[in-house]
């Protein structure tokens, strides 16, 4: 078993104010601890993992299929595999938060699948 702590993560920058770090991994799935600055945006991607995630701290704006879902502090989402999406931080804290990919991302870190 391996245990790791916010404390140890190392993490990289993704884009412009989105701040990335896995926590832990297995072959079939991985949690990967995200920071996303006020301003900052995921452009609009889609790979194949499934995705849930959980937000502690700030407001995210999902956008999927022309939709626009607005995840607060104790929310949680799922998006599936494939889909399209993108997420802005239009508030004016840093949002927190945890995602979980499955299966695990070949690159977790987001620099490229």
């Known amino acids: 078993m391996e245990r790791v702590s916010l404390t140890d993560l190392e993490p990289s920058e993704a884009a412009d104010g989105v701040n990335l770090a896995l926590m832990a991994g297995t072959d079939s799935m991985n949690v990967q601890h995200f920071e996303i600055e006020p ?23 999902f956008v999927s299929d022309g939709e626009e879902v607005v995840c607060g ?19 004016d804290e840093t949002v927190r938060g945890v995602d979980i990919f499955s299966p695990s991302r070949e690159n977790p870190n987001w620099q490229s699948d």
């Open 73 to 91: 502090p104790g929310d949680s989402y799922a998006i599936p595999g494939d889909q399209p999406h993108a997420a802005e931080n239009r508030g």
């Open 39 to 61: 301003g900052a945006v995921v452009e609009e991607h889609s790979h194949p993992n499934e995705q849930t995630g959980f937000l502690y701290e700030g407001e995210l704006t």
